[in-house]
C-alpha cells in the first residue's frame, strides 16, 4: 500500500474511533474537531495527510509549521506547543489557532502582534493542569485571573483551553485530567469575561483521543495514529 492510500485508511480509521467515542457520550461525532498532528512526518505525508480530507494540522514547533505551511497553504494550521515570544511575528500570519498561550507575557505579545496584522487571533488558553513542572501553561487556581486579563487584549479572540494529561498513570490518569479540565472549565462558564468563550476543549493525543472524547473534548490532537505503517 503506497503512502497516500495507507495515510487515508489510517485516517479513516481514527475518524471512527473518534465518532464511537462521541456516540458512546452521547454527543455527535461532528462536534469534535481532528487535529492532525504532523511533527514527525515530512512535508509530503502532510500533504497525503491533507489530500485524505484532514485539514486542520497542528505542529508544536514555530520553525517546522513555518515550513510545512509554506508547503502546504491551504491547511488551517495550529500551533499546538510552546510559542516563545521572539517567534510570534513569524508565525502569526502562518496560523488559523494557537492552542498554548500559556502566559500573560505571551499573550501580550500575540495580542500586540495580531492587532498589527489586523486581526483578532483565536487562541486557547494552555492550563498545566496535571501539575507536571516540565508543562507550560496556567495554573488552575491561576485561571479566572488571567482569563480575565486575556479576554481584554483587542488583538485576542478567546476560544477555550487546552491541556495534556499526565505522562504517568496511563489511561485513568488521562480521564481524571481530561474530566478535571471539563470541570474547571464549566466552573467558568458563569463568570466568563465578555468577549471570551469558553467552547473548545483541546485534549487527547494518539494514546488517549478517546477517553477525551468521552471527557468532553471538542479537538483531538492526534499524530501518530494517523501514520501508523509508515516506513
Not at 53 to 75: M, T, V
Not at 183 to 195: A, H, I, K
Request: with cysteine.
Amino acid at each position: 500500500m503506497d503512502v497516500a492510500a495507507l495515510v487515508a485508511q489510517n485516517l479513516r480509521e481514527v475518524c471512527e474511533r473518534i465518532a464511537a467515542a462521541a456516540m458512546r457520550s452521547g454527543r455527535r461525532p461532528e462536534e469534535v474537531t481532528l487535529v492532525g498532528v504532523t511533527k514527525y512526518v515530512d512535508h509530503n505525508v502532510a500533504q497525503a495527510l491533507y489530500d485524505a480530507g484532514c485539514h486542520d494540522l497542528g505542529e508544536s514547533r514555530p520553525q517546522s509549521l513555518w515550513s510545512k505551511a509554506a508547503a502546504i497553504p491551504a491547511a488551517r494550521w495550529h500551533l499546538i506547543g510552546h510559542l516563545q515570544r521572539n517567534k510570534v511575528r513569524r508565525t502569526l500570519p502562518l496560523v488559523a489557532l494557537v492552542q498554548s498561550l500559556d502566559s500573560l507575557a505571551l499573550a501580550q505579545a500575540v495580542s500586540d502582534e495580531a492587532e498589527a496584522l489586523g486581526r483578532r487571533l483565536p487562541v486557547l488558553l494552555e492550563v498545566k493542569i496535571a501539575g507536571d513542572p516540565t508543562k507550560h501553561g496556567f495554573a488552575p487556581t491561576d485561571l479566572p485571573a488571567a482569563l480575565e486579563k486575556i479576554a481584554r487584549l483587542p488583538g485576542l479572540e478567546v476560544r477555550g483551553l487546552m491541556t495534556m494529561a499526565s505522562l504517568e498513570g496511563g489511561g485513568d490518569a488521562a480521564r481524571r485530567d481530561f474530566a478535571a479540565l471539563r470541570e474547571l472549565r464549566d466552573e467558568q462558564l458563569s463568570c466568563c469575561p465578555p468577549g471570551a468563550s469558553l467552547a473548545e476543549l483541546s485534549m487527547g493525543m494518539s494514546g488517549d483521543f478517546e477517553i477525551a472524547v468521552e471527557e468532553g473534548a471538542t479537538m483531538v490532537r492526534v499524530g501518530s495514529a494517523l501514520f501508523e505503517g509508515l516506513a
